[in-house]
């Protein structure tokens, strides 16, 4: 899995680096540049593993999976801003408003969430036009109010009134806010081979879940200099996790529980569907 994730992410990068090619030198072009470097690419992988799966080639599920990291980072870029959760260091490196100002981190954010759609209508997707149009329509969902902006929404409206989730609404939160690109992303390979995406939907979720356990897991027991970012900050603020209402064992447990759904959500795909069951068991296992 690891050299497939390596393929992947040379391939995301190369096909993001094409795509920039065309722009200039400004800060807020080499800043989108900057902004898109390394990461695991997870998503991008969950796209092209499901792709596989229904029969599209790399060189076509490359756009969708760059795409999806597009709006990745954008939320990344926005979500370190001193107006949001106020991080200096992303992926080991300063944030790109410590880097340069926020107005540019701003900008970049908003240039890159609108590079994502771009690549959606790149004819070398190979997609039909309604194909096209489920990506976009789907994705802009996932990534807006009904989804990632919506969970960040709710992340915010929890801090300001400071009180404390329970574990019913911090796992609607962390659906909407993580889990929502990542379902997208395992989705987008069916949608892209005209199949029926509900089976890698229910797996997404299930990991999706996973996926933000694991953060939790890590801020609290990770280390700064893997994870590339600050550690213990939600302890610090009395933030609301997984851990904190599961407490550590309880949280890794369940965490367990839920890659052990993701798999058998993959029980129609037989063995062609290991890559992505090998996922949904790193997810668990990452210390970034």
Known sequence: MQDRMEQCRDAVQQCLNDALAPLGERPVEVAMRYALGGGKRLRAFLVM??????????????????????????????????????DDVRRGQPTVHKRWDDATAVLVGDALQTLAFDLLTRPELGASSQIRVDLIASLAKSSGIGGMVLGQAQDIAAETAMIPLDLAAITELQANKTGALIEWSA????????????????????????????DDILDVEGDAAKTGKAVGKDADAGKATFVSLLGLTGAKTRARDLVDEACAALSHYGTRADGLRDVARFVISRET
């Open 49 to 86: 593993e499901g792709a596989q799966l229904h029969g599209i080639a790399p060189a076509q599920s490359v756009w969708a999976a760059a795409a999806i990291e597009s709006i990745h980072a954008y939320s990344l870029v926005h979500d370190d801003l001193p107006c949001m959760d106020d």
């Open 187 to 214: 989705r987008a390979g069916a949608i892209l081979g005209g199949a029926d995406p509900t089976a890698l939907g229910h797996y997404a979720k299930a990991v999706g879940l996973a996926f933000q356990i694991q």
